[in-house]
């Protein structure tokens, strides 16, 4: 089977699995205890913690390991809220995890302004300057789209943060980028970045948010205290050490080169009429193809038939009719039923890439075949 679904997870690396055997069945114990195995754990913890923060490129502040990117989100948006007359800023092209509490805040009467996209994917960022104004409390934008691979560039957003809005706090969802393209935070005026383990071969179940100022979130959880007392809980050690683990194998750039590379011979091999490549100059991880005549889905499950494996987009919202990202950016309902999107990752061959393409011509003629 090939895998081209990797924006919605990814194999777990095989390193992982002795690390996840030591933390759990050797050096399992508590790291809040008061003997001298979990002090020693604890520091291990707070290690981890710095070497997160160097590969986030950050000068200072912490990272809060939670147990999901949606946690992660969650946590920054409504960790972020005060009462007062405040404002708060979003894009149209969040994930669910971002957008969905957006909505919520909108229900709960606070006052939210949507960012629309550009045709390219990426927000206004003329549109993001005229809602900018000293009552902002929040900006939360996605560093790469799920669904596109557009990306936000977050110098010129941290600009404009710091011309009109400097006490506001700036969270960026940047799951799609870490370990993914290159990006360093001490460049950004960000406050809060998402990240996730599971998006670059790390175990489900574990995820980061970085905290630039510790003052600027409230606790959401009553507890023991643990991580500054922002996120209580016993934390998942072997869940953090795996993560850890999976950005020691990754390097960055050589891996971005390999899939740039892996893209441009996967899209060689699609030349056929009625596929289009729906580029968006954005991550080469990510990328849409358009099945002209032919539902995204009917594609999709003919396809793993085949032994290829897509996706519908967000793995959070695939069941939901119709998908947001693309038809903000300007598609018809009916160009969006047809499209599929198509994720690699760094670690797939170009044999496999180049069969895979030709697996999908095939597969296209066939059911267009019929339906004709």
Sequence with gaps: MIYLDNAGTTKMFEECLQVHKEFSCQNFYNPSAATKV?????????????????????KVGNVLFTGCATE??????????????????F???????????????????KIVHFVPLQPDGRL?????????????????????????????????????????????????????????????????????????????????????????????????????????????????VSGIMQFRKAVEV?????NLQHVEALKHLFNDGLRQDGIKILDFNGSPYIECLRFEGVKGETMLHALEQNG????LGSACSSKKAGNRILEEIGFSKDEIISTVRVSFNAYQSEEEIKRAASIIVETYKEIKAKVS
Aim: proline letters at 2%; glycine letters at 8%.
């Design 38 to 58: 979990a002090s020693e754990l604890s520091k291990k913890l707070s290690e981890t913690e710095r070497f997160f923060l160097e590969r986030l490129g950050a």
């Design 72 to 89: 992660s989100n969650n946590m920054a948006i409504k960790g972020s809220l005060r009462t007062g007359n405040y404002e708060y800023v």
């Design 91 to 109: 894009s149209c092209g969040e994930h669910p995890s971002v957008f969905n509490v957006a909505k919520r805040l909108e229900l709960d009467g």
């Design 124 to 236: 206004n960022i003329d549109d993001l300057e005229s809602v900018l104004n000293e009552k902002t409390r929040l900006i939360s934008i996605i560093h790469v789209n799920n669904e596109t691979g557009a990306i936000n560039d977050l110098k010129a957003i941290s600009k404009l943060k710091d011309k009109l809005c400097p006490r506001a706090v700036l969270h960026v969802d940047g799951v799609q980028a870490f370990m993914k393209i290159p990006f360093s935070l001490r460049e950004t005026s960000v406050d809060l970045y998402s990240f996730s383990a599971h998006k670059i071969h790390g175990p489900k179940g574990v995820a980061g948010l970085y905290v630039k100022n510790k003052d600027s979130l409230k606790e959401l959880l009553q507890g023991g205290g643990q991580q500054y007392g922002l996120r209580s809980g016993t934390e998942n």
């Design 250 to 254: 990754i390097d960055v750039k050589e």
């Design 308 to 311: 290829v494996i897509v996706g």
